[in-house]
């Protein structure tokens, strides 16, 4: 709130205060030539008479202190960015309670301190407060049931695009992530002509869809081999150490349509997962790492020619 908007909200409740005494003086005060309370002189049906009986005195001081305590009340705590003498404000209360509140759950937390999130998702109790924490923090990206959307991983399989050891999973959800998957164009048609981008995508769909184009895929292995086999490897099985996809599987984290695989060669893709560690802290990602090893399998076997991350 501005100052200007400060002094207004004071003036109002002070003028408030005083007409609000001003009022209850002026009508508990009696004047000389005022008829006696029960002079009136209105009467109905015969018998009812109306009286001008002054509140009980008790009653009236009551009002006084009712007022009294109104400005003292404006004193002490303030309005907007007037301070008032006992320099309280929402803000520090808040974080006062908030502070209050975290070193309760800590406490009840630190059970859980340190332990790898394998051993935590045996752990019903740690496995509902991991869940908890990731629908309030993680769903918007990944979807309250894990299974991702368009350039956010499905959690619910056993796809791994950093490595899906419990480490590597903690890692990724306490430091982050950066995947970078550069623009190719440019470097693909200098080297293999205006087809060298379809050349590419038709070897890279090949891996895992056999019955593409064979004279374009014979053209984009070779591309391929000299370009982009850096990061996903010769066979094209990916990199876990840095985050380069298995291209030889069914998942493709932005689409395998024509139109996306352009996109992303063409464009380049930017993956980012925030470190969450500095916000939530280290009981509680390892909580939500054990809730998220939960949701998939962990039997099958890295594939042959992967780089694996441990």
């Known amino acids: 709130m501005t100052s200007g908007w400060t002094w207004y909200v004071v003036a109002l409740a002070v003028l408030n205060l ?3 005494a001003w009022l209850l003086k002026g009508n508990t005060r009696r004047g000389p030539n005022d008829p006696k309370p029960d002079e009136t002189g209105h009467v109905w049906d015969g018998d009812i008479t109306e009286y001008n009986k002054p509140l009980p005195k008790w009653w009236i001081n009551l009002f006084y202190l009712t007022i009294a305590f109104a400005g003292g009340y404006l004193v002490w705590y303030g309005v907007g960015s007037l301070k008032g003498y006992g320099h309280w404000s929402s803000k520090s209360e808040w974080a006062m309670e908030s502070a209050a509140e975290d070193a309760r759950i800590d406490d009840t937390l630190k059970l859980y301190a340190g332990k790898p999130i394998d051993v935590l998702a045996k752990d019903p109790a740690a496995v509902s407060m991991g869940r908890a924490i990731f629908i309030n923090r993680c769903a918007a990206c990944h979807g309250s049931s894990g299974h991702g959307a368009t350039g956010f991983p499905d959690l619910t399989d056993d796809i ?18 950066h995947a970078v998957m550069p623009s190719w164009a440019t470097t693909l048609t200098a080297q293999g ?7 590419t995508i038709a070897y890279v769909l090949s891996l895992s869809r056999p019955g593409q184009p064979q004279d374009a895929v014979e053209r984009g292995g070779k591309l391929f081999t000299g370009i982009c086999s850096a ?3 010769p066979q094209g099985k990916g990199n876990q150490m840095m985050g380069a996809p298995d291209l030889t599987d069914s998942y493709w984290l932005y689409g395998s349509s024509q139109a996306s695989l352009h996109k992303t060669l063409n464009e380049g893709r930017q993956g980012a997962m925030p470190a969450w560690k500095p916000v939530l802290g280290d009981i509680r990602t390892r909580l939500v790492g054990a809730y998220v090893w939960t949701l998939s399998p ?13």
């Open 18 to 20: 005083i007409g609000c």
């Open 160 to 177: 791994w695009h950093w490595g899906g050891t419990p480490s590597r999973i903690l890692e990724t959800i306490q430091d982050g992530r």
């Open 298 to 310: 962990h039997k099958e076997p890295p594939p042959a020619g992967a780089v694996i991350a441990e």
């Open 193 to 199: 002509g205006a087809t060298a981008v379809d050349d």
């Open 231 to 233: 990061c996903h490897g």
